[in-house]
């Protein structure tokens, strides 16, 4: 149904129009892109609506019956977007409205759904893979033959367009009284159509969408992300920043020795000239592991003064320089290092506990002083015991505690 016309309200300038009455000349330009992405959506729902209505049909095919439908889907749309109601009254500040295509889209979907017969209710959701593809391929059927042009769709989407928006968002309203003002009107006016002036874009889009089509446009010419000095249309920056740009990223050539440095392609070889003696610690460091950064870098000096004549500075890589300080070290002899030897861990705990024993009283051995001979005749009152006098004259060990008496007991007693 459509709305009334107090539902809207009016600009003054179409009050004084319609108080004036005559003849009026509608522009009647609409949002290109709007239109074109209406009008692609038809041919799918068609071909829908032509599988569904013809699923388990034994004497019609889809393409047999598109004409019908195609004649059927216009008028149901027209007729739907006619009694299109908005949900609330249109004003300047109002609600935002709903999407035009997601509203036709409704109402494709709605048509397609009521062209199903019995068989595509009950088999579809069995075979809907298979109703894809049918779907698909009928599609490009009709867009080979040409079954229904694209600026047809177009057309038929701009009627339903004009039906649903409200707020003029997607086509302009404004009415002229003679037809010289409406030309000079298209000539400026907003939804006035254009093409894209870049080369290789075929695109066309309304003139208020100019500037959104070209911050996104595949063909435009551009600066370089990386700030080369090359042009690159939009669609190859990519391509050419990670390739062929002088100004691409890449690690030092010596970055497998420990030079960790990122830097543009271009200026690796100022990178190489002027950090050179960095590069030569690294590379003397691989090759003598036990020298300090004081001896090496007192190497380094003797390799920059016997290489004057700048044998060193062509080297491109870590295996072409390694390869001239071998040579120039031959010249020059082999590197002397100092080498503080620390004892490990264990031997330093060996001789921590070795100190320690000699830290320990020790156990002295005494002697007694052997009895004379005259002292050993009185003091012995027989033979018995000054045999076992005479064995503790021979001196006894205070730590052997075996008696001498135990050593010739049975002797003695073999005596007596």
Known sequence: MVPPDDAIELKPEKLEEEKEGGPSFPCDFYDANMAYKIGMAFLPGLASACIDNTTGGLFSTPASV?????????????????????????????ADVQDPYDIISDFVDDFVSSKRNFFSGVYGWLLSERREDRIDDLVQEMEINSFWLLNRRISVAQTLLKNIDFKNIYYCSTNFKSIDDLEKHKSHCGFRTLACTNEGCSSSFSAIQMDSHDSICPFKILPCEQNCSGIIIRREMDRHCITICPMKLVKCPFYSVGCQSTIPQCTIDQHRTENLASHLIYILKVLHKEASTEEL???VKELEKL?????????????SLTILIKDL????????????????????????????????????????????????????????????DSCHGKGELVIDRISCGNRTGPSLANKS
């Open 297 to 299: 870098t007192e190497r």
């Open 329 to 388: 070290e031959a010249k020059i002899g082999p590197l002397k290092v100092v080498t503080n030897v620390k004892p490990s861990a264990e031997a330093a705990d060996v001789i921590e506990k070795k100190e320690e024993r000699t830290a320990l009283p020790t156990k002295h051995v005494r002697f007694e002083e052997p009895p004379s001979k005259e002292e050993e005749n009185i003091n012995s009152p027989s033979k018995g015991s000054h045999h076992e």
């Open 66 to 94: 598109a004409v019908g439908i195609r004649k059927e889907m216009v008028g149901y749309l027209i007729q739907e977007s006619e009694n299109f109601v908005a949900e609330s009254v249109v004003l300047e500040d109002g």
């Open 307 to 319: 290489s004057s004549l700048g044998q060193l500075a062509p080297a491109r890589d870590a295996k």
